[in-house]
């Protein structure tokens, strides 16, 4: 596998680079570590400053690649790094892409909300624009207790199949628990459903029949999944919530403790774009680290 982790050196990204050396890599393995420079020309009073600041940083650019190369050395995988002149989200991608990156690593740094970190906005233009599948680690967090516990919502469609691909590829530890989770609409959307079933005995009925429908259409989504996943992870586990699925998504990864968030980059069921609602949603307020797979 071929990981680009780009760095600016913060603390972010050297939680990414300290989540890399959980994962159990082969010698075949690259990971590319990319710093990136930009520069805005300026005129007058102000350019010696400027001229001096460039050469501070071209300085400092060297010792920020190095730090993240030392965290990476425990990792059984080839390292090389990258320093690059130009807008930070502009080169992540372009390289990501001219290289022929299977993943691309960033932290997440940006603001802290409550509770979670919203992501800055290099890494939500990366997320947005690149091709390629990128991981948002959200730390530094605490040392991980057991497992690490993954939650991947699908909705059956092909972005959520090129997730499942992206989620096989990646060598995460064997031990590594996955929770395959489908959302389903309510019946009525515009009608809270405990008062629905208060109507009469055909809403019921209606409600009751739809419910059944739903369930068994999920089931086939979670075992399509799981069919595909098997071959890769031994600790599956389904789970059908219904609702919104931002909101259940995010409470589901609460419960689980999950350490990843794994959607497709359309967002659930059928939301067109390159990034749909619900992932950029789930990029800014999941507490946990998040991976957006492409098609």
Request: charged letters at 25%; a neutral charge; hydrophobic letters at 40%.
């Amino acid at each position: 596998m071929k990981i680009l982790l780009a760095t600016d050196g913060s603390e972010y990204s050297e939680g990414a680079a300290n989540f890399l050396t959980g994962l159990n890599f082969a010698s075949d393995d690259e990971i590319t570590v990319l710093h990136a420079l930009s520069w805005a020309p300026v005129l007058g009073q102000w350019e010696y400053l400027y001229i001096d600041l460039k050469e501070i940083r071209y300085e400092i650019a060297p010792k920020i690649i190095d730090s993240v190369v030392n965290i990476l050395k425990p990792v059984n995988a080839k390292i090389t790094s990258l320093l690059i002149d130009g807008y930070p989200d502009k080169a992540i991608i372009d390289t990501s892409a001219d290289r022929d990156i299977d993943l691309v690593v960033m932290g997440a740094r940006g603001l802290r909300g409550v509770g979670s970190i919203i992501v800055g906005s290099v890494t939500k233009a990366v997320a947005v624009k690149s091709s390629r599948p990128v991981l948002i680690i959200k730390s530094p967090r605490p040392e991980r207790s057991g497992n690490m516990k993954i939650l991947f919502a699908t909705d059956g469609s092909v972005h959520s199949d090129a997730m499942g691909r992206v989620l096989s590829s990646i060598p995460f530890p064997d031990d590594t628990e996955i929770t395959v989770l489908n959302i389903m609409p309510t019946v009525y959307e515009d009608i809270p459903e405990r008062f629905a079933m208060e109507i009469n005995d055909r809403i019921k009925g209606i409600v009751a029949g739809k419910r059944k429908a739903e369930i068994k259409e999920s089931g086939e989504v979670t075992k399509k999944a799981r069919e595909y996943l098997g071959g890769r992870f031994s600790k599956i586990e389904a789970l059908t919530k219904f609702g919104d699925p931002s909101e259940e998504i995010l409470n589901a990864a609460d419960t689980l403790n999950a350490d990843i968030i794994a959607v497709g980059s359309s967002g659930m069921r059928g939301i067109k774009g390159i990034l749909g609602s619900v992932a950029r949603y789930i990029l800014n307020h999941s507490k946990c680290s998040v991976l957006i797979g492409k098609t």
